[in-house]
């Protein structure tokens, strides 16, 4: 981490990969979040005297300059958020950046241009990191969200200078340890969202490691259909009913309770408060109703069972949360659980764009242990995966 670096870092060169991949609409971000996140390993390297070269990647430019992608149109929002110059560098390796390091002063911070406008990045291509690396002394990787892919700027330079990993990066790291690899037993997992085959790897993982594990969104349909119960037209993916079958039966094996709704909110069409809408028991779905969230009978029972928890981990929402009233059950048991993490009797720690939303639906964000705004990285750490931009830090 930080700590081990010396206090005083005058006018050593810092290369820092942050994540301010920001979703923008009419050249504003719409959420500051990430840039907030990195903003105090930023803030500390700077008042720590060293120069410090932000590394970052915007969209998915696929090797080729865009001028739209580029991080001229990020670095005002950064600006705002830290409070202080940051001046832009319209390269990430060779004689501008060298010059424009040269002209920095220590405390002053660069931003670099979008690392995958060079397929270098992506590639993880030796010579591109040893270019970029020969305008640091040291290496931070502030990227927690970023950590998954095995790029120059993620992976490649930790193997090429003294590499540490950034406050972010630390802050998640322990957080997610505290969740997953070394929990508070008992562990609860709710896992959420429309689709069961995005979620495969994710519910195999946890089935084997945590005490209860929780399924709801629409992957929940495809797991009562494969106990037989008739989903009406709800979303329910029927060639997977076998793979359900499959994680129930190793779940079993594994001491893991899963918990299906028994009772859930029908209607016959997806729209905010239809007429259709009713409450009933799974087994009294009509063939042209859709569940669209757990009911209220099954939202108590599963805050009983995070009563019984130390520990929880959660990605997807349980019902269809931005129409209401699906989005009922969710807020309900995020309330549950924030009151619990409150009291001190559960950590936990929830990830993904969409359970990021959730929670702030509630008004719960700052009520639970941590909220990881990391997409892919975080479903990959919750598959059980290394990531290559931490394990390279550790290495
Ligand atoms: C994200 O937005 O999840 C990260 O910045 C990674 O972006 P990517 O999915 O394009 O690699």
Known sequence: TLDDLPDDLSGQRALVRVDLNLPMKDGRATDLTRARAVAPTILELSDRGAKVLLLAHYGRPKGERHSTLSMSEIVGELERVIDKEVMFIPEVEGPVVEQSVGILSAGDIGLLENTRFWPGEEANDADFAKAIAANGDFFVNDAFSAAHRAHA??????????????????????ALDAALGNPTPPVA??????????????????????????????????????????????????????TARAIMDAADGAGCTIHLPYDVVVAKEFAANPPSLRTCNVHEVAADEMI??????????LGDVLKTCATLVWNGPLGAFETPPFDEATVALAKTAAALTQDGSLTS??????????????????????????????????????????????A
């Open 349 to 394: 720690v929830a990830g993904g764009g969409d359970t990021v939303a959730a929670l702030a639906h509630a008004g719960v964000t700052d009520d639970v242990t941590y909220v990881s705004t990391a997409g892919g990285a975080f479903l990959e750490w919750m598959e059980g995966k290394e990531l290559p931009g931490v394990a390279a830090l550790s």
């Open 153 to 174: 700027t993620t992976e490649g330079l930790a193997h090429l200078l003294p590499s540490y990993a950034g406050r972010a990066m630390q802050k998640e790291l322990e």
């Open 189 to 242: 997992a709710v896992v959420g969202g429309a689709k069961v085959s995005t979620k495969l790897a994710v519910l195999e993982n946890l089935s084997r490691r945590v005490q209860h594990l929780i399924i709801g969104g629409g992957m929940a349909n495809t797991f009562l259909a494969a106990n037989g119960v008739d989903v009406g037209k709800s979303l329910c993916e029927h060639d997977l009913t076998d």
């Open 292 to 301: 669209l969230d757990i009911g209220p009978q099954a939202t108590e029972a």
